[in-house]
């Protein structure tokens, strides 16, 4: 049985591999996953027969701490002597490959999920990317998750031509549409959703779904919505996910998110499809990405998204078909597009109609986990 071991960096990422390990295990491997400690994580390992094993990575560059922690993969991996390797993630990606190098393992892919380098500046921005092409470098292949982040990827000389692919069009575990049925599936739960938050039947609710930071925009985001929220009286602002302390966004919006009555913070969600079944539009004004997910998963659900025109979300909007792109950080932009849909509901459900079908064509969850599938396979019989 060949034994793969999958690394990300923390909890959150279970959205990465749900479905995916399932797939490799029933298909004969026995699969492996390094990640930071969380209960979504834990569930995931659990539902899917993984072993799971924990270290709790940090986000900011530690030499100490990092250092105990590649000790600890290297000897997790002279242990496990796993037949293939593919981990992502900036911190854990990058420890996992030293420690692939350290130990001689042969078959090693590092997934690429974006490029933190793109928000950094001076030596940061050095060292990150320095990081960044040394993972890349030692991996036996990279995969970048969208052709536009692959693209970008090869222009800033992160990896070189030839050894970056795709899987399908994108993503990092494609989309069940099962998962994300459309609005009026979820109808009921929605309601219920609405009447909690007091919602009226004539608000207009902008979404947002994610982890909340200075790099996905939501300071771009606050102040677009308060010089619309004025023209516009009844317009809200839904946000749902974590706040990340290590990156974040401004003091002042921090206070309006939790005290304005019409913006309403859901917190960390398990189940985000009533929220779908509430908002308008979704926005995501991030200044980089890889693949956002969450733009597919709102597209199935029939809500038309907006996001920033970068990589990654370019490959996630059809501009004038599902959404519209605007152009990143620019405020007056993001508002112009913001207030094209909030005064045209026969455009909102035109795109919403168009999303589905575009998530339903390109990106479904087993044609990525059978392009992974046939590169491990392919791997494998690769005798050095």
């Not at 900036?90 to 996992?96: E, Q």
């Not at 207009?204 to 677009?224: M, P, T």
């Not at 920033?308 to 993001?334: H, M, R, T, W």
Request: glycine share 8%; charged share 25%.
């Amino acid at each position: 049985m060949p034994k793969i071991l999958l690394g990300v960096s923390s909890s959150f990422c279970a959205n990465f591999l749900k479905g995916q390990v399932a797939f490799l295990v029933q298909r004969g491997f026995e699969v492996i996953i390094i990640s930071g400690p969380g209960e979504e994580i834990s569930m995931l390992a659990k539902k899917e027969n993984a072993r799971l094993i924990t270290i709790n990575f940090t986000k900011r560059i530690s030499p100490i701490t990092d250092l105990f922690q590649l000790f600890r993969i290297i000897r997790l991996i002279r242990l496990e002597r796993p037949d293939i390797v593919n981990a992502g993630n900036p911190k854990s990606g990058f420890l996992i490959m030293l420690a692939c190098r350290i130990t001689g393992c042969k078959h090693k892919i590092f997934t690429l999920h974006g490029l933190l380098s793109d928000t950094k500046k001076g030596l940061l921005r050095w060292l990150i990317t320095a990081t960044e092409k040394i993972s890349c470098g030692i991996a036996d292949k990279v995969i970048a998750v969208s052709p536009t982040l692959k693209a970008h990827a090869e222009k800033r000389k992160i990896f070189p031509f030839g050894k970056g692919m795709v899987i399908g069009k994108g993503s990092a575990n494609g989309i069940d549409l099962y998962s994300f049925p459309g609005k009026n599936a979820v109808t009921d739960r929605a309601t219920q959703l609405k009447d909690r938050l007091d919602l009226k039947e004539d608000d207009i609710v902008i979404g947002f779904l994610g982890r909340l930071s200075k790099d996905k925009g939501i300071d771009i985001l606050f102040d677009a919505f308060n010089m619309l929220v004025k023209e516009y009286p009844s317009l809200r602002l839904v946000l749902a996910g974590p706040i990340i302390e290590e990156n974040p966004f401004s003091r002042h919006l921090l206070h309006q998110l939790y005290h304005d009555e019409k913006v309403m913070y859901l917190g960390k969600l398990y189940d985000v499809t009533p929220v779908y079944g509430i908002i308008a539009m979704l926005v995501l004004p991030s200044f980089r990405e890889g693949f956002p997910n969450v733009l597919i998963e709102a597209a199935a659900m029939e809500v038309p998204v907006i996001a920033s025109n970068i990589p990654g979300c370019k490959d996630a909007v059809q501009a004038g078909i599902n959404g519209e792109l605007f152009e990143k950080g620019n405020v007056a932009a993001l508002t112009t597009v913001l207030k094209k849909l909030i005064t045209n509901k026969a455009l909102r459900q035109q795109y919403g109609r168009n999303g589905r079908k575009f998530v339903s064509d390109n990106f479904s969850n087993e044609e990525i986990w059978a392009g992974q599938l046939n590169l491990y396979k392919n791997m494998l019989l690769t005798k050095e």
